[in-house]
């Protein structure tokens, strides 16, 4: 291995497997030498790519010329693997949610620290290029003070794949996709939730959630909707904020959205009744053109450095994580209070790990 390389052995060669080593592919010092998986048919794709086949995973913890594992497994092993790997001195990348509790992450944090070994969970959702444009739109207040945040990821495909519809291996979207969206969203509002409210859906009779909504209440003002469903046929916008001087929306992946402002260089302009229905309404009729001004979603804040990156520098011990274990804990945590809340129908309060 070349002085400034790190070697990654990549466990779990499916979907996400895969697809991290072609990401590694361009990252500047880490390098994908080889793949543990159980099943036959991966073991041939990762040869195929042309990785080494490791028979089992004590074998790729007692590679000397390794020093990453990455895990991508599903999410019931991941306790299990990690730690093991720690205490092989080997740094770790997991791919998220990285534990089913939060117990259980506190128990691989403290072998972290006990090892001094690395460890960094995959929440690569924090580069989404949406994103980015909503979390700048709140930082430099862009339609004024954010006071309302709508976060919403829809599909009409059901619960993806085998495992992920099983409660004993961690399925369910909560899980799945709700680790995103609500790691996103504290990442972007730097603000202690007050209250947290819930409800799963199980509308495709599975034993896991096929989908869920969550209200988040944060003391700085700000209001969250996070939602993701998979039984949308007709998907409501990714994005929708409301601040103090306007409206942005963004509807989808492809970035087509728009922000609208108040023309701060007109005075207020009565609005003219319009026909809604069998009534007249003023409350609910359109602003005047001269009253508003249309423009384009801003550019999207800037990470420093890829995920990837990010890792290495970590390691050779000249940067700081972007994705703080303290943050991937507060998530587990709100988590663990979206599922109380669902069950108990009340919301939760003085929870947060903020």
Not at 91 to 113: G, Q, T, Y
Not at 291 to 317: C, K, M, R, W
Request: proline share 3%; with cysteine; hydrophobic share 40%.
């Amino acid at each position: 291995m070349n002085q400034g390389q790190h070697a990654v052995v990549i466990v779990g060669y499916g979907g996400m497997g895969s697809y991290h080593a072609k990401l590694i592919g361009q990252a500047n010092s880490l390098r994908v030498v080889g793949a543990y998986d159980i099943q036959t048919d991966r073991q041939e794709a990762a040869v195929q790519d042309g990785y080494r086949n490791y028979d089992s995973y004590a074998s790729v913890l007692n590679d000397t010329m390794v020093n990453t594992v990455l895990i991508a497994t599903p999410n019931d092993v991941h306790k299990e693997l990690v730690i093991e790997a720690l205490k092989a001195g080997k740094h770790v990348i997991c791919e998220k949610p990285v534990a089913l509790s939060v117990a259980e992450f506190r128990e691989m944090v403290a072998v972290a620290e006990q090892t001094g070994q690395i460890l960094m969970v995959h929440q690569n959702r924090r580069w989404d290029e949406d994103f980015r444009i909503i979390k700048q739109m709140y930082d430099q207040e862009t339609i004024g003070g954010l006071f309302r945040i709508e976060s919403r990821v829809h599909g009409a495909n059901g619960i993806p794949g085998d495992w992920r519809h099983l409660e004993q291996y961690g399925g369910g979207m909560l899980l799945d996709w709700g680790v995103h969206l609500l790691d996103q969203l504290v990442f972007m509002v730097d603000s202690k939730i007050t209250s947290i409210s819930g409800r799963l859906s199980y509308i495709l009779g599975d034993e896991v959630d096929d989908g869920f909504e969550a209200i988040l209440e944060f003391e700085n003002g700000v209001s969250a909707l996070v939602e993701v469903g998979t039984t949308n046929y007709i998907p409501l916008p990714r994005w929708y904020v409301k601040g103090t001087e306007g409206t942005g929306i963004i509807e989808d992946w492809s970035l087509s959205g728009r922000v609208v402002t108040r023309n701060k260089d007109v005075g207020r302009i009565e609005p003219k009744p319009i026909q809604a229905g069998v009534g007249l309404t003023k409350t609910m009729a359109p602003p005047s053109e001269e009253a508003t001004i249309t423009e384009a979603l801003p550019q999207p804040f800037e990470h420093a450095s890829s995920f990837y990156d990010n890792y290495v520098a970590v390691v050779e011990g000249t940067g700081v994580p972007i994705v703080r274990n303290e943050e991937v804990l507060r998530v587990l945590n709100i988590i663990e209070a979206i599922f109380t809340s669902a069950r108990t129908g009340q919301a939760v309060r003085d929870f947060d790990l903020y």
